[in-house]
Structure formats: C-alpha cells, structure tokens
C-alpha cells in the first residue's frame, strides 16, 4: 500500500508551495521506480514526475519543470514531490505511484505502474 501525505494546508494560494511525501507501508521503496501523477477537473490522469530507484532521471512534465522537484529518501522509505510556484492550474488530484524495477530507468508510462496511493487533493487559489 502507498500512502500519500501532504505536508501543509492543502489550499494554497498561488506562488506558494506545498511538500507531498509518498510512503510505502507494506514493502520498501529500495526497489522501485516512483512516479507522482495528477488528475485536473476534467481532465485525463497525467504524469508529473517519476524518478528510478537510483540515479535515472528524473523526468519532467515540461508545465512543472523548474517549480516541482522530485526526490527519495530511502532510509526513510519515502519519495517527495515538493511544489513551488505553484499556479491555479495546478489544481488537482495528486497521486503516487510504484514500480517493482531490476533497471535503475524512469517509467513515462501510466499503465506502468503496479501501486497507486490514494491520492491528495491540491487547489490553489486566492
């Protein structure tokens, strides 16, 4: 199981930042690629970031590159998704998600994914 938990309010305002942490509680992270996904009113669930169990990517979505930044702490048995700047449109539901990987590589591919957290609520407004 992953379990996504937001570090600050949840309703931010524009320019502001909010940290995401996604932790495993069944099994350890070591292992697999992470990706972190977002689903807008609306719209389609898309990929944000993803990074590999060691040092392959990480991967971007061109609309968050240079805001957001991926990372893990594996002592710790947790990867973060830290947001800055963040914009309206950034408002939605974030979700992590795990991949059993033997290659050190990054997964673009939604279908990928074998782990989705529950997901948390972003809005940012004024």
């Known amino acids: 199981q992953l379990k996504v938990v937001e570090s600050g309010s949840h309703l931010v305002q524009p320019g502001g930042s909010l940290r995401l942490s996604c932790a495993a509680s069944?099994?350890?992270?070591?292992?697999?690629?992470i990706g972190w996904y977002r689903q807008r009113p609306g719209k389609e669930r898309e990929g944000v970031s993803c990074?590999?169990?060691?040092?392959?990517?990480?991967y971007y979505q061109k609309s968050v590159k240079g805001r957001f930044t991926i990372s893990r702490d594996n002592a710790k048995n947790t990867v973060y998704l830290r947001m800055d700047s963040l914009k309206p449109e950034d408002t939605a539901v974030y979700y992590c998600?795990?991949?059993?990987?033997?290659?050190?590589?990054?997964?673009?591919?939604?279908?990928?994914?074998?782990?989705w957290g529950q997901g948390t609520q972003v809005s940012v407004s004024s």
């Open positions: 998600a795990a991949v059993l990987s033997v290659l050190d590589r990054v997964y673009r591919i939604r279908d990928s994914y074998s782990y």
């Open positions: 069944a099994f350890s992270l070591d292992d697999y690629a």
């Open positions: 990074i590999s169990r060691r040092t392959d990517g990480p």
